[in-house]
C-alpha cells in the first residue's frame, strides 16, 4: 500500500491511498474546493481514481466526493446509514474496501454522526471525525452521541495495537499524525475518563454552531447542489415532529391512514430497502415544483419517507412552509423500517 502525504495543508485532511501493483487510488473525505488539485495529483502520480470513500456526512464543508464520482465514475462509499442518494456501496463494520490489491477493514464508528466509519489498514487507521489528534470531533450535531462515541473510540480504535498510526479527518493544531497507544494515554478528552464522565464532558463543551452549517449540511446529506434550491433552516427542521417505524406502520392499518410520501430517487425506491405500499414517489429535489401533486392529499396527515430519515426531515420542514400542518417523519427512514421486519414493495 501506498499512502501520500496528505493533500489539502489544512484543517481538513484528505488521504490518497493507493495499491503499488495496479495503481488504482482511494480518496478520503475529498473537498470540493481541491478538486483539480486531486486531479492533478492523480495524473502526475498516474494514478487511477478507484474509489471515494466520506468518512461522514460532512458539516462544516461541501464535499467534492459526488463532483469526483460524476467526473471520473469511481465509487462513491459510504456507511450504509448516510443519507445521500449518489453513494454507490454501502458498507458496514467489517467490510473491506479493495482498492487492486490493498485492502482496508470498515470500521462503524458512529458518535460525532450516525454515519461515521473509520478505515483500517496495516499499520494505519483513518478516523474520520472520531478520534482526533488530543481531540475527539463534537457529538452535538443532529445524530451524534457522547455514549456511541466513547464505545467506538475505546472499543474499537484503542483496541487496535499501540503502535497503529492515527490519521483524523481534521487538525486544528498543525499536527500530522498519532498513534492509537499516544491517543490512549495522552488524549485530553477521553484518556482516563469513564463513560459517563466523557458524556459529561461533551455536554458542557457548548461549541457554537459553524457557521452556514445548513447551506453546508444539506447539499452534502441530499445530493442537491443548485444555487437556487432553497432549504429550511434549523429551526424549521427542529419543529418537524419524528415518528417510529412502529408508529408508522401503526397508523397505516387504521382505517384513515395516512399519505406516505417518498422523497428518494426513483432507483432508490425500487432498490434494495423496497418502498411502502401504496407510498407517493416525488423526489426531494422536485418537491417545490411538484407541491401539486399533494393537493388531492390536503385532508390527510402525510408522513415523509426517504434512505435515513435526513432528507425526508428537509422535506418535511418544506411541507410545513407550503401550509400542511400535518405532516411527520419517518424517523431513521428506510433502513429502520427494514431492520424492523416491516413489509415493503420493491
Ligand atoms: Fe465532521
Keep these: 500500500m501506498q499512502h501520500f502525504p496528505e493533500l489539502n495543508r489544512g484543517k481538513c485532511k484528505t488521504y490518497v491511498v493507493a495499491c503499488e501493483r495496479t495503481g488504482k487510488a482511494l480518496l478520503i473525505d475529498p473537498l470540493r474546493e481541491n478538486i483539480s488539485r486531486y ?79 473509520s478505515l483500517h489498514a496495516e499499520d494505519r487507521v483513518f478516523t474520520g471525525d472520531v478520534l482526533l489528534i488530543g481531540g475527539t470531533g463534537r457529538a452535538d450535531f443532529a445524530g451524534g452521541d457522547a455514549g456511541q462515541q466513547y464505545d467506538a473510540i475505546t472499543q474499537q480504535l484503542f483496541t487496535l495495537p499501540d503502535e497503529t498510526l492515527v490519521f483524523p479527518a481534521h487538525d486544528y493544531r498543525g499536527n500530522t499524525q498519532s498513534t492509537i497507544g499516544h491517543e490512549k494515554r495522552h488524549n485530553p478528552r477521553i484518556a482516563g475518563r469513564t463513560r459517563e464522565e466523557y458524556i459529561a464532558l461533551m455536554a458542557s463543551l457548548n461549541f457554537p454552531m459553524p457557521e452556514k452549517i445548513q447551506e453546508v449540511l444539506q447539499p452534502n ?126
Excluded at 498516474?46 to 471515494?52: F, N, P, S, T, V
Excluded at 461522514?56 to 443519507?83: E, K, N
Design 39 to 117: 486531479l492533478a495529483f492523480l495524473a502526475y502520480g498516474r494514478l487511477k481514481l478507484d474509489a471515494l470513500v466520506d468518512t461522514h456526512t460532512h458539516a462544516d464543508h461541501p464535499t467534492g466526493s459526488f463532483q469526483l464520482h460524476a467526473l471520473t465514475g469511481a465509487r462513491l462509499i459510504m456507511h450504509r446509514r448516510a443519507p445521500v442518494p449518489t453513494v454507490t456501496e454501502h458498507v458496514e463494520q467489517g467490510d473491506t474496501i479493495r482498492i487492486g490489491e490493498t485492502c482496508l477493514t470498515v470500521l462503524y464508528t458512529p458518535g460525532h454522526t450516525p454515519d461515521s466509519i
Design 221 to 346: 446529506q441530499s445530493a442537491i447542489d443548485d444555487d437556487k434550491a432553497r432549504f429550511p433552516d434549523l429551526t424549521e427542521l427542529n419543529r418537524v415532529r419524528q415518528l417510529t417505524a412502529h408508529d408508522v406502520s401503526n397508523q397505516l392499518s387504521t382505517q384513515n391512514p395516512p399519505l406516505v410520501l417518498d422523497v428518494r430517487e426513483p432507483n432508490e425506491y425500487i432498490g434494495e430497502l423496497g418502498h411502502v405500499a401504496g407510498s407517493l414517489l416525488i423526489p426531494l429535489r422536485e418537491l417545490s415544483s411538484r407541491a401539486a401533486e399533494l393537493e388531492p392529499h390536503r385532508g390527510r396527515p402525510i408522513i415523509a419517507v426517504c434512505r435515513s430519515g435526513v432528507r425526508s426531515t428537509t422535506a418535511a420542514a418544506m411541507l410545513y412552509g407550503l401550509g400542511y400542518e400535518r405532516v411527520y417523519n419517518l424517523k431513521d427512514g428506510m433502513i429502520d423500517w427494514n431492520d424492523r421486519g416491516l413489509p415493503v414493495e420493491h
